[in-house]
C-alpha cells in the first residue's frame, strides 16, 4: 500500500507552469464558478493530475465529483486510484492512495485563535490534553489530521468537530498506523500544517507507506 502527497505553491512561476501543463479544459470549466477560490482549486486539479501522471503513466484520467463533493477519479467507467484536494496557506495539495480506500488529505495554515475553546468545542478530551501541554502545534495537527479523516469517510466537519477522540497516537512528524487508519503529518512552513488519512481496504492495509513530494519532484 502507497500513499503519495504532492505539495505546490498556489501563486509563482512554478505554479502556472505546472497549471498551464496539467489543468485542462474541463478543469477550468469545473472551478469557473468558484470565485476567489478558483485559482487554488485548479492549482489543486493541476497537482492531482500531475501527481496521477507521475505514479501511473496516464493523463487521460476522468475527474469526477460524487454528490458530497468528494472527488474521484476513473478510466473510463472503471474506479482509479483513491484521491483527495485541498488547499490553503499559499498551498495546493493533492493525494493519491490504493483503489478500494478512503482517502482525505488537509492543508491548514496556523492562524492566532483561541485554541483552547477551539479543542473544547471539537475535540475529544485526550487530544484537549494534548492541545492544553503542546499549544498551536498540537492544535493545529490534530485538527487537520481531524479534518482529513473527515474528508476520507465523506463526514465532513462531522467527524472534525464531534468531541470524540480521533487521534490515539503518532509523531509530530511523519507516517503511522492507528486502529483503522493510515495516518501521516508534515509541516510545510513554520506555521502551516499538511495531514493525510487513509481507512484502508482488505489486503491493502498490510504494508502501508507514505511519500511526501515538493514542487521539486516535477
Known amino acids: 500500500m502507497k500513499v503519495v502527497v504532492f505539495y505546490m505553491p498556489v501563486q509563482g512561476a512554478a505554479a502556472q507552469a505546472l497549471i498551464g501543463h496539467w489543468a485542462g479544459r474541463q478543469d477550468h470549466c469545473d472551478v469557473a464558478g468558484k470565485g476567489r477560490g478558483a485559482s487554488r482549486s485548479l492549482a489543486a486539479r493541476a497537482a492531482l493530475r500531475a501527481l496521477l501522471w507521475r505514479e501511473t503513466g496516464r493523463a487521460d484520467w476522468r475527474l469526477a465529483a460524487d454528490v458530497q463533493g468528494k472527488p474521484h477519479v476513473f478510466e473510463g467507467d472503471r474506479p482509479g486510484p483513491a484521491v483527495s484536494l485541498g488547499h490553503g496557506g499559499g498551498w495546493a495539495v493533492a493525494a493519491l492512495g490504493p483503489v478500494g480506500g478512503h482517502l482525505g488529505v488537509d492543508v491548514e495554515p496556523w492562524r492566532p485563535r483561541n485554541l483552547t475553546a477551539l479543542a473544547a468545542a471539537a475535540f475529544g478530551p485526550g487530544e484537549q490534553k494534548a492541545v492544553a501541554a503542546g499549544g498551536a502545534a498540537a492544535f493545529y495537527r490534530l485538527w487537520c489530521l481531524r479534518e482529513a479523516m473527515g474528508k476520507a469517510t465523506g463526514l465532513g466537519l462531522a467527524l472534525a468537530a464531534d468531541c470524540r477522540d480521533h487521534v490515539t497516537d503518532g509523531p509530530e512528524?511523519?507516517?503511522?498506523?492507528?486502529?483503522?487508519?493510515?495516518?501521516?503529518?508534515?509541516?510545510?512552513?513554520?506555521a502551516c500544517s499538511l495531514a493525510v488519512a487513509l481507512a484502508p481496504c482488505g489486503a491493502e492495509a498490510a504494508a502501508p507507506h507514505g511519500e511526501l513530494l515538493g514542487p521539486e519532484a516535477f
Open 173 to 190: 512528524q511523519g507516517w503511522w498506523r492507528q486502529p483503522g487508519w493510515f495516518l501521516g503529518h508534515h509541516r510545510l512552513q513554520t
